[in-house]
């Protein structure tokens, strides 16, 4: 399984961006996807996770109601919207994905990551 996240930038804050997460062939249709971040001197957390028919999203409270998770079975890929994107938004963005249909915020429960793409908010 290979996983290619991009999108990551410099914003300012409040502004938008969009990331991206492409799986290889064969490796995306009916699994669970989720992404994390991890800021500098700090631990991986979850953001947010979605199933493997998209209809049950999970996302951590520090983005609910800013950030939108989707994926698009057709091209393989998933997206976080994240719009009025705050300083401590600001960290290297992994997608992962389960080997199940069921979404977690865990992230033991991922077993492919992909490298991460770097979001900078500056204020």
């Known amino acids: 399984v290979q996983l290619q996240a991009s999108g990551g930038g410099l914003v300012q804050a409040g502004g938008s961006l969009r990331l991206s997460c492409a799986a290889s062939?064969?490796?995306?249709?009916?699994?669970?996807m989720g992404w994390f971040r991890q800021a500098p001197g700090k631990e991986r957390e979850f953001v947010s996770a979605?199933?493997?028919?998209?209809?049950?999203?999970y996302y951590a409270d520090s983005v609910k109601g800013r950030f939108t998770i989707s994926r698009d079975d057709a091209k393989s890929t998933m997206y976080l919207y994240m719009n009025s994107l705050k300083p401590e938004d600001a960290a290297v963005y992994y997608c992962?994905?389960?080997?199940?249909?069921?979404?977690?915020?865990?992230?033991?429960?991922?077993?492919?990551w992909g490298r991460g793409t770097l979001v900078t908010v500056s204020s």
């Open positions: 992962a994905r389960r080997d199940v249909p069921f979404p977690s915020r865990e992230s033991t429960d991922f077993r492919s």
């Open positions: 979605i199933s493997g028919k998209g209809g049950i999203t």
């Open positions: 062939e064969h490796a995306f249709t009916g699994y669970a």
